[in-house]
């Protein structure tokens, strides 16, 4: 398999991924809203999980293609996207719901349009 290949199948990933957050988002209204119920606790529970595995694939294609495709992208806090990773993964039991929940909102639409700009610009790359 390609690099190419490779970095699309990552894509791929990604955007299902991200796609599962505003399922799990539904019924939150607040921040709050994901400590008052245990069912908002596993709400967070889960977006974190997506986020940790998004920041970290982001990490990898950003390795992968020294830099040049996110850079592409300058609509999306890149260096942001990575650090949310970073800052779950390291502090879990320290997660600002409030932070998540203004990702969800706010963030997390513009990420899948990003990415799938990415996967349609990559895929107009390859038939030329």
Request: charged share 30%; net charge negative.
């Amino acid at each position: 398999m390609s690099r190419d290949a490779l970095i699309v199948e990552r894509l791929e990933d990604v955007l299902e991924a991200l796609e599962r957050i505003p399922r799990r988002f539904t019924g939150i209204s607040t921040p709050e809203d994901f400590y008052d119920t245990a069912e908002g606790q596993d709400r967070l529970d889960a977006i974190c999980m997506v986020l940790v595995g998004v920041g970290e694939a982001f990490k990898q294609v950003d390795r992968k293609t020294d830099g040049k495709l996110l850079a592409r992208y300058p609509g999306v806090d890149w260096t942001g996207v990575k650090g949310v990773r970073d800052v779950i993964a390291h502090g879990y039991f320290d997660v600002d719901a409030e932070q998540v929940f203004a990702i969800c909102r706010n963030d997390i639409p513009v990420l899948i349009e990003t990415v799938l700009a990415m996967l349609n610009d990559l895929a107009d790359d390859s038939e030329r």
